[in-house]
């Protein structure tokens, strides 16, 4: 995926931006050490959006 080609910060910074549907495409798409290095440059605000955005597509409770 075209997202292998970017740095982690920068793929971050694009991440963040992007519409939920393609989010959750890249994420999808990058391997667990990929998508480490990618949140870790994600801030804190931001990944509670990612999360909250994801929580329907992947049925998390609230307990989750």
Known sequence: PFCR?????????????????????????LHDDELEKVMDEVSVDDTVDIIDIMKPIYNFKASD
């Not at 971050?12 to 393609?22: K, Y």
């Open 5 to 29: 080609v970017l740095e982690s910060d920068l793929l971050a910074d694009v991440l963040v931006l992007l519409d939920p549907i393609l989010q959750e495409k890249i994420i999808g798409g």
